[in-house]
């Protein structure tokens, strides 16, 4: 038996989940693991200690805390609800933490049969992306009950450097939201800011160092300046991705009255990387569009050769 507040199962191990799975482990909670590809499972147990389970009903299993990250409203429905979901093996008292980045509306739906069934739900997305998820340095940002939050934090902070309640069910999606449109705007910024540069005739790289250090600073343009003035976009969090997330933005923007000019125009802009072949490139590729077609086709073939050694 393990520990009061220990047991925790884990659902989804995609490029976030599984090292967030991982610094569970290593922090000495009990792990039960579930993928819906078994293969990553797999991987995963040869790597930290844990046990895989069949189905998210079973992984959820006498555990004080269910934590899922998977890809969108759907899959959150798909392991949490019906038969073989979480809800279904999840013990009374138990705090499922939905760490997917989904829609507001699907965390209260979710926190309402959460509560019918004496469970407590939080919904906490995270940012930092797939490098802050390795070094356990995410920003967690959460809505629900306080006393889950409370019960839950612990695990939480295995992965996390930042974790804050923002207010009742759906805050964390919504907060989630503000991130993203907020970075959608700094990536187009940085976007043609060093196309500009580019076609005046300056070092990118010198730029980005110089104007890093005032008004214009920021962490885009620290991590991600260089790599797209160099065309790569070989890593990162994937435009496809943030296609979504933007779209559950402009959503919640036409419900609530919200005007997002900007972040309806840079989704537009997202769509022709998507067109040029980039869905699955870093969000960095914002630069592409303001560029010729052949700088385009070059990136892509080097994208493609980089995956394929």
């Known amino acids: 038996m393990s520990r009061s507040g220990r047991r925790v199962a884990f659902i989804g191990l995609g490029i976030m989940g599984f090292p967030m799975a991982g610094h569970l482990a290593r922090k000495g909670f009990d792990v039960s693991v ?11 147990m040869k790597i930290f200690n844990g046990d895989i389970s069949s189905s998210p009903a079973m992984s959820a299993k006498d555990a004080d805390l269910v934590m899922a990250c998977v890809g969108n409203d759907e899959d959150v429905r798909a392991i949490a609800l019906g038969p073989d979901g979480a809800f279904a093996g999840m013990k009374r008292g138990a705090v499922f933490v939905d760490h997917t980045t989904a829609s507001a509306d699907l965390a209260r739906e979710l926190a309402t049969e959460a509560k019918k069934r004496g469970l407590g739900f939080l919904d906490a997305p995270v940012s930092g992306g797939q490098a802050g998820a390795e070094n356990g340095v995410l920003t967690v940002m959460v809505g629900g009950e306080a006393t889950a939050f409370a019960r839950a934090k612990p695990a939480i902070e295995s992965y996390a450097r930042a974790v804050t309640l923002m207010g009742p069910p759906g805050a964390g999606q919504l907060t989630k939201m503000v991130n993203q449109i907020c970075i959608a705007g700094l990536v187009q910024g940085l976007a043609e800011g060093i196309n500009f540069a580019q076609q005046a005739g300056l070092d990118p790289a010198l730029v980005v160092d110089v104007i890093a250090k005032g008004a214009a600073g920021s962490w885009q343009m620290e991590n991600r300046g260089r790599t797209m003035a160099d065309g790569k976009f070989a890593f990162g969090f994937a435009v496809d991705w943030m296609r979504k997330d933007l779209a559950i933005c402009l959503a919640e923007g036409r419900r609530n009255g919200a005007r997002l000019p900007v972040a309806a125009l840079v989704d537009q802009f997202y769509a022709a990387v998507q067109e040029r072949g980039g869905g699955r490139w870093d969000t960095s590729s914002l630069i592409v569009p303001l560029r010729p077609m052949k700088s385009t086709q070059s ?11």
């Open 34 to 44: 579930y993928n819906r590809t078994r293969t990553k499972a797999e991987a995963w």
């Open 299 to 309: 990136a892509a073939s080097k994208s493609k050769r980089r995956k394929t050694t």
